[in-house]
């Protein structure tokens, strides 16, 4: 297997007036090639702010604390700088940002910011414009009218097609979509899925989703990763994590999915609110709402441990949990 994407350690943080925020904090994950990871967690866990961090562009004032990210074997990708980093992107690693269907220039006509892509990575633009044509065809959108539009002539779900569609253009080796699906109905959502694990199973690419509702994706993930509070609290094979969830907090968000047949009274929501991160201490994230919180929960961090079903979760009480269940 090749490792496509390795991110180590990557910490990164927002001062703010009540104290600094660790948005995210020591997340480790590599990506093999072809392969299809999902980021869940619920909304501030962070899972925006590791994307940017993957791009070297955290907003303001945000900044990387520390970590590495390594594509395909080569240096500290959070070390490049200038021309270098950024023909890196679209080319070998893109991006569907979250609410993608508003980033695309409004006084621009699609074709013209098909033709600036082209441009500004040196390929030739009638190549590009064909290749766009065929990607917007698969989206199932009117390809030759869509590429003559103004944004605004689009609808929000038609946008966000068009979005993913020049994530694609220029064949990078990874893509990053933020909640790529949120401006789309049940049914179009469905359908940019299975497009999406389509193109992967024909060219390799390796595709990394991030939501906050694990049920969307757990068809077209291989591999899940499940934030709380700017960290990784449990991560393993979609089918595990979805039919065995260890962590407490994987539980109660698996738990919070409705059925899609049966009694929804069983759904039950995580209780507490999430946590302030400019309040988390030293020891587990997820101590205040935890059911099976023990006093050493809230000073010793918990530490990372590999089950045997290729799961691996920070809780200390996991392997009680995974017993009882039996
Ligand atoms: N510009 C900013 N200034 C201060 N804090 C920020 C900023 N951007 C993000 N944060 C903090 O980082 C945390 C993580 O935010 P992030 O957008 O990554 O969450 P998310 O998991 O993507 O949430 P959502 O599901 O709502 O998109 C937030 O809780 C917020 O406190
Ligand atoms: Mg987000």
Redesign the pocket.
Known sequence: METVLDVQNLSIE?P?ETGV?R?VKNVSFQIQKGESLGIV?E???????IAFGLFNSV?E??RIAGGEVHFMGGPNFLDVKGETQRRFYWSKLSMVF?ASQNTLNPLLRIRRQVEDIAEAHRVDKKKAKAKALELFDMMHLDANRVMNAYPHELSGGMKQRVSIGLALLLDPEVIVFD?PTTALDVISQASVLQILNQIRKESGISLIFIT?DISVISEVVDTVMVMYAGQVVERGPVSQVMLNPTHPYTRGLIGSIPPLVGDVTHTRAISGNPVQ?SKVSGGCPFYARCELRQPKCLDVAPPWMELDNDVAVACHFAKREVTLQG
Do not use: D
């Not at 909304?43 to 702010?49: H, L, P, Q, V």
């Open positions: 927002f703010t925020v948005a967690g909304s501030g866990s962070g899972k925006s702010t907003p004032p945000g979250q909640e906050h991160l």
